[in-house]
Nanobody, 126 residues
């Protein structure tokens, strides 16, 4: 599975950006898709994910209410709509796919995903 993330950029605090991730693979609809981010000097952290089994979405507390993850199984894409951006949202954002296992659980650690995109930089200025 190949993942290609795009849509990053520079934005002022309070602004919005939408990240997109295009995936290869004929069974995209059975992947749990997630977004993670990594700020300089920090560990890669979970942001949001979309379960394949029932469409459940879940978020890190730090982005809940501001970010929305969505997927289009017909186009093999997953989006991360980010609004009310804060300087602390500055990071490289990665999309990830978990291509195996049940979609009934919540997967929030990087070790639970087996495919990663190359990352896209998001910079939020104050």
């Amino acid at each position: 599975v190949q993942l290609q993330a795009s849509g990053g950029g520079k934005v002022q605090a309070g602004g919005s950006l939408t990240l997109s991730c295009a995936a290869s693979g004929r069974t995209f609809s059975t992947y749990t898709m997630g977004w993670f981010r990594q700020a300089p000097g920090k560990e890669r952290e979970f942001v949001a994910a979309s379960s394949w089994s029932d469409g459940t979405t879940y978020y890190a507390d730090s982005v809940k209410g501001r970010f929305t993850i969505s997927r289009d199984n017909a186009k093999n894409t997953v989006l991360l709509e980010m609004s009310s951006l804060k300087p602390e949202d500055t990071a490289v954002y990665y999309c990830a796919a978990r291509t195996y296992g049940s979609g009934m659980y919540r997967y929030t650690t990087r070790h639970e995903y087996d495919n990663w995109g190359q990352g896209t930089q998001v910079t939020v200025s104050s």
